[in-house]
């Protein structure tokens, strides 16, 4: 068999995604489960200073956004984390990423769904896997019904969920801000700043994802770069303000030993509402994420069986509602597999972050690539810097991704073992798949 062809794109896809629904897209991948969860530990090491550690957190992705900017605006997919590998580094790479991605996406649906049912549980007794379940089949109905009911439906939620926390700054910063919450500002010195900025890294995570629908996004030349930058910019933003607020309404001490820290905060100030108003920030805040994941893992699967390294089934698209409607199937289905795994919130992150870093690290080589080789696309690009501007910045946001790949092997060793297992398995189908 010979080298599988990279899909370039699709004109069964409907391009019916636009700039606000590249913005929710990435801002309802990133804002999940890290921004109720991430900020007691991260604080328990740098006290206030972590909102000096989110603004480092966000240096590596800010690098690596601007990369896919620049391949968005210039090589728009389906799939983009499996074609532009595959079309600009080596098949074998893209095949790779986009498998290992199996394995990271799966673990996002259990991670996303787990937690989510958790939060509502404070208010209605749910069955965990049951009502897991639930919301998996609720994501694969909202999206099966086209990518304009997906990209509303992530407008919507996000729309929701930005006025809670809106809610949530003004009331807690008007009534129950202390400012002598901020001194000392780092009581453990730059040394425990630095130390925290890896638990904040997953705060910007998907921030790039409406790429991987680049075949259905509207004007894309203009459309992803300028989505990528609002949603990045507006992730910075909000994460600040709620630190802020976190930090001055339960200070360091209090915050940095909370498991609920935006729900403790909230009932000190809000009494009765406190818990109801934070619930539904979750299940806004995850419920995107979610829904997100239904739309973009869909497009890889999507483009993988274009180039004929996965069952030809998954490029099928259905004829009245314009999507990838087996693959979405199959999307469903890995997560159903995923209620299986042991509900371990640690192995579940790692699992996750490991293959997405993996990805960040080979599109910012495939942009390198594209300014070095590709002249034709580098001047077609809605977004670029001059050449080497674009290489340097490529180069670092590898280096990046690279090194923060190995951050979490004293946290706990079995996700790598796992995602090597699968990596394997992978390259034994990439091999007879050719033959």
């Given at each position: 068999?010979?080298?599988?062809?990279?899909?370039?794109?699709?004109?069964?896809?409907?391009?019916?995604?636009?700039?606000?629904?590249?913005?929710?897209?990435?801002?309802?991948?990133?804002?999940?489960?890290?921004?109720?969860?991430?900020?007691?530990?991260?604080?328990?090491?740098?006290?206030?200073?972590?909102?000096?550690?989110?603004?480092?957190?966000?240096?590596?992705?800010?690098?690596?956004?601007?990369?896919?900017?620049?391949?968005?605006?210039?090589?728009?997919?389906?799939?983009?984390?499996?074609?532009?590998?595959?079309?600009?580094?080596?098949?074998?790479?893209?095949?790779?990423?986009?498998?290992?991605?199996?394995?990271?996406?799966?673990?996002?649906?259990?991670?996303?769904?787990?937690?989510?049912?958790?939060?509502?549980?404070?208010?209605?007794?749910?069955?965990?896997?049951?009502?897991?379940?639930?919301?998996?089949?609720?994501?694969?109905?909202?999206?099966?019904?086209?990518?304009?009911?997906?990209?509303?439906?992530?407008?919507?939620?996000?729309?929701?969920?930005?006025?809670?926390?809106?809610?949530?700054?003004?009331?807690?910063?008007?009534?129950?801000?202390?400012?002598?919450?901020?001194?000392?500002?780092?009581?453990?010195?730059?040394?425990?700043?630095?130390?925290?900025?890896?638990?904040?890294?997953?705060?910007?995570?998907?921030?790039?994802?409406?790429?991987?629908?680049?075949?259905?996004?509207?004007d894309s030349r203009r459309t992803i770069p300028l989505g990528i930058a609002i949603a990045i910019g507006s992730a910075t933003a909000l994460y600040l303000a709620v630190g802020i607020v976190t930090l001055g309404v339960l200070g360091p001490e209090a915050l940095a030993t909370s498991e609920a820290p935006i729900l403790d905060a909230a009932q000190r100030f809000m009494d009765l509402l406190g818990a109801p108003l934070i619930v539904w920030a979750a299940v806004a805040a995850i419920?995107?994420?979610?829904?997100?994941?239904?739309?973009?893992?869909?497009?890889?699967?999507?483009?993988?069986?274009?180039?004929?390294?996965?069952?030809?089934?998954?490029?099928?698209?259905?004829?009245?509602?314009?999507?990838?409607?087996?693959?979405?199937?199959?999307?469903?289905?890995?997560?159903?597999?995923?209620?299986?795994?042991?509900?371990?919130?640690?192995?579940?992150?790692?699992?996750?972050?490991?293959?997405?870093?993996?990805?960040?690290?080979?599109?910012?080589?495939?942009?390198?690539?594209?300014?070095?080789?590709?002249?034709?696309?580098?001047?077609?690009?809605?977004?670029?810097?001059?050449?080497?501007?674009?290489?340097?910045?490529?180069?670092?946001?590898?280096?990046?991704?690279?090194?923060?790949?190995?951050?979490?092997?004293?946290?706990?060793?079995?996700?790598?073992?796992?995602?090597?297992?699968?990596?394997?398995?992978?390259?034994?189908?990439?091999?007879?798949?050719?033959?």
């Amino acid at each position: 068999m010979t080298e599988p062809s990279v899909p370039e794109g699709d004109s069964r896809l409907v391009r019916g995604i636009d700039l606000w629904g590249v913005v929710s897209l990435g801002l309802g991948t990133a804002v999940g489960v890290s921004i109720f969860s991430a900020i007691a530990p991260a604080t328990a090491l740098a006290g206030p200073a972590i909102l000096v550690s989110v603004l480092i957190a966000a240096f590596p992705m800010y690098l690596i956004a601007i990369s896919y900017a620049f391949l968005g605006s210039a090589v728009p997919v389906s799939g983009a984390s499996f074609v532009w590998p595959s079309r600009f580094l080596h098949p074998a790479l893209g095949f790779f990423i986009a498998w290992m991605r199996i394995i990271a996406n799966m673990g996002a649906l259990v991670v996303l769904a787990l937690v989510l049912v958790r939060y509502l549980s404070t208010i209605v007794p749910l069955p965990t896997r049951p009502a897991m379940f639930a919301l998996l089949l609720l994501a694969l109905l909202a999206n099966l019904f086209g990518v304009r009911t997906a990209a509303r439906l992530q407008t919507w939620l996000m729309a929701f969920l930005l006025l809670l926390f809106l809610v949530y700054v003004l009331w807690g910063g008007a009534t129950a801000f202390d400012p002598a919450a901020f001194t000392p500002l780092a009581p453990e010195g730059v040394s425990g700043v630095l130390a925290a900025a890896p638990l904040l890294m997953g705060l910007f995570f998907g921030i790039e994802a409406a790429t991987e629908a680049g075949a259905e996004v509207a004007d894309s030349r203009r459309t992803i770069p300028l989505g990528i930058a609002i949603a990045i910019g507006s992730a910075t933003a909000l994460y600040l303000a709620v630190g802020i607020v976190t930090l001055g309404v339960l200070g360091p001490e209090a915050l940095a030993t909370s498991e609920a820290p935006i729900l403790d905060a909230a009932q000190r100030f809000m009494d009765l509402l406190g818990a109801p108003l934070i619930v539904w920030a979750a299940v806004a805040a995850i419920g995107t994420s979610i829904n997100a994941i239904f739309t973009l893992f869909s497009r890889s699967l999507f483009a993988m069986a274009e180039a004929g390294l996965m069952p030809g089934a998954l490029a099928r698209v259905h004829p009245r509602w314009k999507v990838p409607h087996i693959a979405l199937l199959a999307v469903f289905a890995i997560g159903c597999v995923g209620l299986f795994l042991p509900m371990e919130l640690t192995f579940l992150f790692l699992a996750v972050n490991i293959p997405n870093l993996v990805k960040y690290g080979s599109v910012c080589l495939a942009a390198a690539q594209v300014v070095r080789k590709h002249p034709d696309l580098y001047e077609n690009a809605g977004f670029r810097f001059s050449r080497r501007k674009m290489l340097v910045l490529a180069y670092t946001g590898a280096l990046c991704a690279a090194g923060l790949v190995f951050v979490g092997i004293e946290a706990d060793w079995r996700p790598y073992a796992l995602l090597i297992g699968w990596g394997l398995l992978g390259a034994l189908y990439y091999f007879f798949r050719r033959r």
